[in-house]
């Protein structure tokens, strides 16, 4: 069964690139900018399948930390576009549109945000922890959507794509190669983690929090360092799925896109290494497909995901690789 599941990771790593490489080689720019967007959902659902896969926590609030790397990269864009300071007092900080220093801020400020929210979410569980995660990225939503300095309801347009050292952004290869690039390293984060004393305590945490405790290991703390690095991870996310639309809007921050990552997850396979690879692979081919025929096309997503709960709850991995979860 290990063996049967390295294979479908390492056929699910080079898929996506091939694909893309393939139809950058024929002049497809359209299908390498649907790599790159089954890239960047991939890579915020890693960092939800953190928390939801081997922490249990499942979190309806992971929109506002995709949120928060979307409006990120937006501001930071609009301010060195229009060579005006993010800050001007007590002190002048001038905007960049480097993506490496917007990553940064990104991760940094949805952290501080993830300290927040889990300090207080944390301490339920169930449905409690859920509502309560909700509110917290519909608070953050109503704060967007009343902000008209960064276009409130109308979101904010991201003029010229940001960049990256050495690479022109705008060649839409180079930009998936980038956002691929991010996904592969959160990949390999995500291993060393589960497979780390860290990942074994958090699972732990997830099946018998008294036994945890039980033997001098604080879940709240365990949990708390999750939700913090999930956030973080999800956030990075937002900012390149912003620059790739040219856009950070409230939708980023909608209810919807938390439900959205939930279905990535439960598709490819909870907790598995690429489970949200083949979520996002899934999701992306059905909205393209489906999405030119019908606008209900989230029906037949739904019969689906209804399939894969009731009879497949290892997900498309578990269906190709065996039921058993391994490295």
């Known amino acids: 069964m290990a063996d049967r599941e390295r294979l479908v990771n390492i056929a699910l790593a080079l898929i996506v690139p091939a694909c893309a490489l393939a139809a950058y080689g024929m002049g497809e720019p359209f299908y390498v900018t649907l790599a790159t967007r089954i890239a960047i959902l991939a890579l915020a659902a890693v960092g939800l399948n953190l928390a939801l896969g081997l922490g249990g926590l499942v979190s309806f609030g992971h929109a506002a930390f995709f949120g928060i790397g979307g409006?990120?990269?937006?501001?930071?864009?609009?301010?060195?576009?229009?060579?005006?300071?993010?800050?001007?007092s007590p002190v002048v900080i001038m905007a960049t549109s480097q993506m490496p220093v917007i990553w940064l801020v990104s991760a940094v400020v949805a952290g501080l945000a993830a300290l927040l929210i889990g300090?207080?979410?944390?301490?339920?569980?169930?449905?409690?922890?859920?509502?309560?995660?909700?509110?917290?990225?519909?608070m953050i939503y109503y704060f967007a959507i009343s902000w008209p300095a960064y276009g409130g309801e109308d979101g904010l347009s991201i003029t010229m794509r940001n960049s990256f050292p050495g690479v022109?952004?705008?060649?839409?290869?180079?930009?998936?190669?980038?956002?691929?690039?991010?996904?592969?390293?959160?990949?390999?984060?995500?291993?060393?983690?589960?497979?780390?004393?860290?990942?074994?305590?958090?699972?732990?945490?997830?099946?018998?929090?008294?036994?945890?405790?039980?033997?001098?290991?604080?879940?709240?703390?365990?949990?708390?360092?999750?939700?913090?690095?999930?956030?973080?991870?999800?956030?990075?996310?937002?900012?390149?799925?912003?620059?790739?639309?040219?856009?950070?809007?409230?939708s980023m921050l909608s209810w919807s896109m938390s439900g959205e990552l939930i279905v990535l997850i439960i598709l490819g396979g909870t907790g598995r290494l690429f489970g949200p690879v083949a979520g996002a692979i899934l999701f992306v081919l059905f909205e393209f497909a489906l999405g030119g025929l019908t606008e209900h096309w989230q029906l037949f997503l739904g019969l689906i995901l209804l399939a894969v709960v009731l009879f497949g709850r290892g997900g498309l991995i578990g269906l190709l690789a065996g039921k058993v979860r391994h490295g």
Request: net charge positive; aromatic share 12%.
């Open 71 to 88: 409006y990120a990269a937006g501001i930071f864009a609009t301010h060195a576009f229009n060579q005006t300071p993010l800050l001007a």
């Open 119 to 138: 300090l207080i979410s944390l301490r339920t569980s169930g449905v409690y922890f859920i509502m309560i995660t909700l509110a917290f990225a519909q």
């Open 168 to 250: 022109n952004t705008l060649n839409p290869l180079s930009f998936f190669l980038i956002a691929y690039g991010l996904l592969l390293l959160a990949l390999f984060a995500f291993s060393r983690l589960r497979d780390s004393r860290f990942g074994a305590a958090l699972q732990a945490t997830r099946q018998n929090e008294v036994r945890v405790a039980s033997i001098g290991i604080r879940p709240l703390r365990i949990r708390l360092v999750a939700f913090i690095i999930s956030g973080m991870i999800t956030a990075v996310a937002g900012a390149l799925f912003a620059d790739l639309n040219r856009f950070a809007g409230p």
